[in-house]
């Protein structure tokens, strides 16, 4: 009798467990129902939104998937781990005559920082001392361009933000900036053991404490923490710039496990969960949310930053296992791969 009280009693555990597994599961599927709901209403009342249809106004038989690397390591190469890329990458940059990377005769923090990325990347796979040199050459640059005093790589060049009524003054800065300045430092300090690029990145993390009208990058969606790549007044709230920001975090904070890092990125990551339903549309995803805080501004989406959203969530899907970025990982690829929305 007493063995079956007992098969009684571990089956019944096993069928609790089973409901509340369900039960978990029904209610990731109701939030993210009701935050697709909650973006399209706001998208509905918006009279400055433009229409998607992504069957029409979009082409994705030239874009290729991003190939995440499957074991990310922050001290190997960046989260696209292609050959291919590295060496095209690598190629077809235009160089000052100091070898420098320059985007459009102007220095940018996230050109320089991407060239240094991928010349690092081509040191690993090729095992080629000539492509670290390089590297190391963009992150002293980068140490150079540093505003010591508020850690800020500022941008010399006014810039009219897309989708806002906004143009940026010089000098600015951008979250993606720090992002990307950050994983090529964390590399290149674990490779030179130089506390110098240590002190850079530590620095570097003062505008991701501060918002934007004290002259930091923080903005707040509906009251979320958002690293801002284009630090508007309303928001901006980039989607690619917020997400190369949390992969520099945490490329920083797995070296070298500095806190303050570790928080902004676990504040990321929340936010990051809140914010995606309302990047979701028809048939691809958005790149930035001017439209809901801006009058008269289209919606602004692209077929190669759709992509990356698509690689950029595959990586930090395989960091923090969040389900709701394995949720937009195949409803956004499925958006590649039919052109409908599921």
């Known amino acids: 009798m007493s063995k079956v009280l007992k098969f009684v009693k571990n089956n019944i555990i096993i069928v609790i467990l089973s409901l509340i597994f369900i039960m ?17 209403n706001i998208n509905k009342n918006t009279t400055n939104n433009e229409t998607l249809d992504c069957s029409v106004n979009c082409n994705f038989e030239f874009i290729d998937f991003i190939k995440v690397n499957p074991h990310y390591d922050p001290t190997k190469e960046w989260y696209e781990y292609s050959q291919d890329t590295h060496v095209k990458v690598y190629n077809s940059a235009q160089l000052d005559e100091n070898g420098i990377a320059l985007a459009n005769g102007k220095y940018n923090a996230v050109t320089i920082s991407q060239y240094g990325l991928n010349a690092y990347g081509r040191y690993i796979t090729e095992n080629n001392e000539e492509y670290l040199e390089v590297a190391i050459k963009q992150a002293d640059f980068l140490l150079e361009m540093q505003d010591k005093e508020t850690g800020n790589y500022y941008y010399d060049y006014d810039y009219a933000v897309y989708g806002s009524d906004e143009v940026l003054k010089a000098p600015w800065n951008s979250a993606m900036a720090v992002g990307n300045t950050l994983s090529l430092l964390t590399r290149i300090y674990y490779v030179t053991n130089d506390e110098k690029y240590l002190d850079a990145a530590i620095n570097s993390l003062k505008p991701l404490t501060l918002d934007v009208e004290d002259g930091g990058l923080v903005s707040y969606l509906f009251g979320h923490k958002f690293y801002e790549e284009y630090p508007t007044n309303k928001g901006n709230f980039a989607l690619n710039g917020f997400m190369f920001t949390l992969i520099g975090l945490y ?3 797995t070296v070298t496990g500095n806190q303050l890092a570790g928080r902004l990125y676990n504040d990321g990551i929340e936010t990051l969960c809140f914010a995606l339903p309302f990047y979701d549309s028809v048939g691809i995803s958005l790149y930035h949310l001017s439209h809901l805080f801006y009058d008269n501004q289209p919606i602004h989406y692209s077929d190669k930053y759709h992509v990356i959203h698509i690689g950029q969530l595959e990586l930090l899907y395989q960091l923090e296992k969040e389900e709701i970025f394995k949720y937009y990982i195949d409803r956004w690829t499925s ?3 039919t052109g409908e929305e599921k």
């Open 24 to 40: 978990i599961l029904i209610s990731f599927m109701f939030f993210n129902s009701k935050m697709n709901k909650m973006y399209h």
């Open 251 to 253: 490329d920083f904070y």
């Open 335 to 337: 958006y590649v791969l």
